[in-house]
């Protein structure tokens, strides 16, 4: 099934329920500073408040154009008031369009589905380089200096997390939690199977030990 993934700044995306319709999921997940906590896989669209605890939402907006994940996005900066002077510094900012707050699921949904259809691919980033690392979506292939690695599908969805994420120490639910493998539970030891799986795929390719385990916290992703 196809996944639209819909980010908000609001917190109230957290209470927000996935929408099936026509083939398609429409994720809901709240946006952080530091951009989305899980893997992003498919089109994605950012609802971005004006203004955010922690951070202004035109600096939001030049943070999702700058990161790989979200620079294709389709971003929509959420106003307090309609006033001409912040919907031109919003378009500036890298917003798409703008709507007038306060929103609820509805109003995120109809606006979603209204812009939607026919754009997904549009929005759907094909190829993410990362150094010596490119891994292509569309074909589900990852090569490390050009040569071809041989994954499995969870395994290709754990190297676009790490590579995401790289030069940080992941915990083991953090891993679970990126891949969206909470529901049914997983025992975190699981975790270390799928890295071994990696790791291995990673030396046979050239990449040596750029998986490193870190004791009693994690693993990290050592990419230049």
């Given at each position: 099934?196809?996944?639209?993934?819909?980010?908000?700044?609001?917190?109230?995306?957290?209470?927000?329920?996935?929408?099936?319709?026509?083939?398609?999921?429409?994720?809901?997940?709240?946006?952080?500073?530091?951009?989305?906590?899980?893997?992003?896989?498919?089109?994605?669209?950012?609802?971005?408040?004006?203004?955010?605890?922690?951070?202004?939402?035109?600096?939001?907006?030049?943070?999702?154009?700058?990161?790989?994940?979200?620079?294709?996005?389709?971003?929509?900066?959420?106003?307090?008031?309609?006033?001409?002077?912040?919907?031109?510094?919003?378009?500036?900012?890298?917003?798409?369009?703008?709507?007038?707050?306060?929103?609820?699921?509805?109003?995120?949904?109809?606006?979603?589905?209204?812009?939607?259809?026919?754009?997904?691919?549009?929005?759907?980033?094909?190829?993410?380089?990362?150094?010596?690392?490119?891994?292509?979506?569309?074909?589900?292939?990852?090569?490390?200096?050009?040569?071809?690695?041989?994954?499995?599908?969870?395994?290709?969805?754990?190297?676009?997390?790490?590579?995401?994420?790289?030069?940080?120490?992941?915990?083991?639910?953090?891993?679970?939690?990126?891949?969206?493998?909470?529901?049914?539970?997983?025992?975190?030891?699981?975790?270390?199977?799928?890295?071994?799986?990696l790791r291995r795929a990673l030396k046979?390719?050239?990449?040596?030990?750029?998986?490193?385990?870190?004791?009693?916290?994690?693993?990290?992703?050592?990419?230049?």
């Open positions: 099934m196809d996944v639209v993934n819909i980010f908000l700044t609001d917190r109230n995306a957290e209470a927000m329920d996935d929408f099936v319709h026509d083939g398609r999921r429409f994720a809901f997940a709240h946006l952080s500073p530091g951009g989305p906590k899980r893997l992003v896989e498919g089109p994605v669209w950012a609802f971005v408040d004006w203004v955010m605890d922690d951070l202004a939402g035109l600096e939001m907006c030049r943070r999702l154009r700058a990161d790989p994940r979200t620079a294709e996005a389709h971003i929509t900066m959420v106003l307090e008031e309609d006033d001409a002077d912040d919907r031109r510094r919003a378009l500036k900012a890298g917003a798409d369009d703008y709507i007038l707050g306060p929103l609820d699921r509805t109003r995120v949904l109809d606006r979603v589905m209204a812009v939607e259809p026919g754009s997904s691919q549009r929005h759907a980033p094909g190829r993410l380089d990362f150094g010596a690392l490119s891994i292509d979506l569309r074909a589900l292939q990852a090569r490390w200096q050009g040569r071809p690695m041989v994954l499995p599908p969870n395994e290709f969805r754990l190297l676009r997390y790490f590579a995401e994420n790289a030069n940080r120490v992941l915990t083991r639910e953090e891993l679970i939690a990126g891949l969206g493998k909470q529901e049914p539970p997983i025992d975190a030891r699981t975790v270390d199977v799928w890295v071994g799986r046979a390719s050239g990449a040596g030990e750029a998986l490193r385990t870190v004791r009693s916290l994690g693993y990290v992703f050592d990419l230049d």
